[in-house]
């Protein structure tokens, strides 16, 4: 009730004026009613000549009276104004009329003062507006309240069909909106939902279109707000956010909860010299941890958040009976992906030639939202060349233009260049084609690509990969280092073209060494902890994050790195020294085209299996 007093308290304000405005008008008007007889001054002076005046009163500029009988309207009262007796003898020396007259100042007088004061509470409202936010409400005056976007069913509009890819996922969540549907029913053994979902998961792999579609399945309202809306640089203006979301959210229940990006909000407290228990991030915290105490699902109140970074929220988060139930949204595999494309194809307008299953092998690790990029760069591309309908062309240029960056056919490399990019080039193709286990080259360029490629292989996985064994990782460790054998063999001397192709080379060698185990020297141990986080480069290129050994130990790790990859370079030299004809005449070929497609690389890969076959005989 207070609230509400302070939120009409200016409308008030607005009365109390308009009820002092009207009654200073109602005083004039009545004065005017009390106003008798208005005679002239000349008839005044008759009427004194005449006796018929009782009594006067006399100001500076009128004189009031009563007459001893009445005037021919039934008037005793009457009113005159003053006038210079000296002119006034002179006026009835010639038997005129006269009367005086006084300037009506009323409105002047009025205005004078009502203007200054309505526009300074003109200009008092206007501030108390911006403080206040305006319509947005998100002002000073209202800093406590909640930013969260609230959505009905039919702003929603989003189901369980719309999702694809994460079936898993979708099916942990069905049963709440089975729940937010028949709570009654659901809790009929006792049971109770968890009070808090989280969604972890990579960035673009559906976690916030998985709760929106929680929300349209089971048709309640849906408060979508991000964790930094919620802190402010005024303390505990955070945690008022918080009450106030739950106080809307439990006045509209059932209803769905959602707050994304949760780590701007719940990152462990106390971590670092800043860590205090009077921050407002803090404060903003604890009042939400209070607030998941304090519901009760059974009411239909269902919490959802989602995160990237799960290794930083704050432990009582997490526990039991306050996130109960985290539910991995992961980037799709093949099938996945299939899914996810035949959603986003039906968008758009696709020639009969493309397949979904040949496009989900085009991009393996690409999440739900890097393969609807996909869609829409291969449909701008098709409209580009103003064609009907987008071709599997298109799709491999989109893929190209996303793996690899936008072509830069104007950045003019010297003949020098452009014959060392296509050796090296088809150093790392040749590598690949004659090493078992390798992705399958789909296409080498010697065009420039990106910030600083000059050419690029691309490679294709046949399957998507979970595991890898040493023999993989030492023959990926050789591809990556064909185009640098490639230089050695032919020139006789390095470049700098091969700078991204060693720091991925060195990665995979430490991982081998301190993660994975794989080193004679320093035997099945792992030396580095790999942190877990969604946001970092994963797999064995992923660097080591935390490691706790002495000088000695990080000497001979050190050393068996460099032992690795030396092998791994000598290995891929005499590889390319067995098949320098085959190298040269490629790489003049590339030269000749610029562009090595799929269609052109069989042949390559034909001689190249024949050669090894040869030289496996001999």
Known sequence: MKDHVKENAPFHIVYWIAAILGVIMLQYLVAGVEQTARVPYSEFAQYLQDGRIEEVSISDQFIRGKLTSPLPDGETRFITTRVDPAFAADLE????????????????????????????IGVWFFLIRRMMGGAAGGGLMQVGKSRAKVYVESDTKIT??????????KDELKEIVAFLKDPADYGRLGGRLPKGILLVGPPGTGKTLLAKAIAGEAKVPFFSISGSEFVEMFVGV????????????RARAPAIIFIDELDALGRARGVGPLGGGHDEKEQTLNQLLAELDGFDSSTGLVLLAATNRPEILDPALLRAGRFDRQILVDRPDKVGRVQILNVHLKKAKIAAEVNPETLAEL??????????????????????????AVSMDDFTRAVERIVAGLEKRNRLLNPKEREVVAYHEMGHALVAMSLPGSDRVHKVSIIPRGVGALGYTIQRPTEDRFLMTREELQNKMAVLLGGRAAEWVVYN??????ADDLVKVTDIARAMVTRYGMSDTLGHVALDREQQTFLAPTGPMAAPAQHDYGEKTAD?????????????FERTVALLKERRDLLERTAKALLAKETLDEADLVDISKEVAALGRANAAE
């Not at 790790?557 to 032992?563: F, L, P, S």
């Open 160 to 169: 369980f069909d719309d999702v694809a890819g994460v079936d898993e996922a």
């Open 363 to 388: 991009t393996p690790g690409f999440t739900g939202a890097d393969l609807a990029n996909l869609v829409n760069e291969a449909t701008l591309l098709a409209t580009r060349r103003g064609a009907d």
């Open 556 to 568: 001979a790790i050190d050393a068996e790195v460099r032992t690795i990859v030396d092998q791994a």
């Open 493 to 498: 001397h390095l470049s700098t073209g091969a």
């Open 238 to 249: 955070g945690a008022a956010r918080v009450r106030d979301l739950f106080e809307q959210a």
């Open 93 to 120: 020396k010639y038997g005129v009329k006269f009367s005086g007259e006084v300037e009506n100042t009323f409105l002047r007088d009025f205005l004078s003062w009502v203007v200054p004061t309505a526009l300074f």
